[in-house]
């Protein structure tokens, strides 16, 4: 599951690209790139617990699209993780400051972990809808994706023995976003199938 190594290269070659044609304003181009960690593989305000009502707003923003593909096939619900939640604050901060707001290596992590890259300031329901649209390249019946196609982020999303999930986006200075959502247990298990 895990991209090869020239796939990596090609995608932060591409997200450079991309980071260039963000920075022309107006009618620059709207993109949103999802990308997936197999195993092995918010707001400020939520991230430091200061108000309760921002945080259960931020965290349903993306707990809400989640539960509503598991629901969809049948799995039951991920409950939010204010620990998973901070460790991915952390990450995308560090993203922000060091990587040009790069996806992360999340190689590895523990934890599962799905992110998004948007070249404008993507909301929480966009990003995790832009996992959850992979789902039609995954066939069920063999637990395949399509050929040439990645469905990693949705498979995670959907996976039956993850219980919980923390998300946090952060913004870079073009106005582009960077998101990650952390999962606890990770999915993504070669041979396993997510539900
Ligand atoms: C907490 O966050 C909510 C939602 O963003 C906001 O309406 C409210 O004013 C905030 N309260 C405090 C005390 O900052
Ligand atoms: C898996 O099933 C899908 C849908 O039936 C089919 O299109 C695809 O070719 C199958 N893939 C493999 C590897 O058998």
């Not at 469905?151 to 976003?177: I, K, N």
Request: charged share 10%; aromatic share 8%.
């Amino acid at each position: 599951m895990a991209p090869s190594l020239s796939g990596r290269r090609f995608l932060f070659l591409a997200l450079l690209l991309a980071l260039c044609a963000a920075s022309t304003p107006a009618d620059a181009a709207r993109a949103l790139t999802p990308r997936g960690a197999g195993a092995g593989a918010a707001t400020k305000a939520a991230q430091q617990g200061g108000n309760a009502t921002a945080t259960a707003s931020a965290a349903d923003a993306y707990l809400a699209p989640h539960n509503q593909a598991r629901a969809a096939v049948g799995v039951p619900p991920l409950s939010w993780s204010v620990d998973l939640a901070t460790a991915a604050g952390k990450i995308v901060a560090q993203q922000q400051r060091q990587g040009g707001c790069a996806f992360a290596d999340m190689g590895a992590s523990q934890y599962g972990a799905n992110q998004g890259w948007a070249s404008y300031r993507a909301s929480p329901g966009e990003v995790v809808a832009s996992w959850v649209a992979q789902g039609r390249y995954y066939a069920h019946a063999n637990n395949t994706c399509a050929a040439g196609r990645q469905c990693g982020t949705y498979t995670q999303v959907v996976w039956r023995r993850t219980a919980e999930v923390g998300c946090e986006q952060a913004t870079c200075a073009t106005g582009a976003t960077l998101t990650i959502c952390l999962y606890n247990p990770h999915g993504n298990v070669q041979g396993q199938s997510p539900y």
